[in-house]
Nanobody, 125 residues
Framework: VQLQAFGGGLVQAGGSLRLSCAASARTFSLYHVGWFRQAPGKEREFVAAIGWSGSRTPYADSVKGRFTISRDNAKNTVYLQMSSLKPEDTAVYYC???????????????????WGQGTLLTVAS
């Protein structure tokens, strides 16, 4: 599976932006997809994830209520709508996928097998 994340950029604090993750897998609907981020000097951390149908969407506490993850299986794409952005949201954002038959969606980095190249979000204060 090949993933490509795009949509990052420079945004003012309080603004909004939508990231996209395009996947190459023909069976994309069988994959869980997660968004992770890595700020300079920090470890990669979980942001949000989504199951096959989109009904299960765990979020990190730091983004809950501000970010929304969704997917369009017909387009093999997962989105991360971000609003009320803060300077601390500045990071490289990665999308990742794992094929899973489990209804439970993991939030651990090591559980995801396929990764995109990352897209940089900078939130200016």
């Amino acid at each position: 599976v090949q993933l490509q994340a795009f949509g990052g950029g420079l945004v003012q604090a309080g603004g909004s932006l939508r990231l996209s993750c395009a996947a190459s897998a023909r069976t994309f609907s069988l994959y869980h997809v997660g968004w992770f981020r890595q700020a300079p000097g920090k470890e990669r951390e979980f942001v949000a994830a989504i199951g096959w149908s989109g009904s299960r969407t765990p979020y990190a506490d730091s983004v809950k209520g501000r970010f929304t993850i969704s997917r369009d299986n017909a387009k093999n794409t997962v989105y991360l709508q971000m609003s009320s952005l803060k300077p601390e949201d500045t990071a490289v954002y990665y999308c990742a996928a794992r094929r899973s038959s489990n209804v439970v969606i993991t939030t651990t980095t090591s559980s995801y097998h396929y990764w995109g190249q990352g897209t940089l979000l900078t939130v200016a204060s």
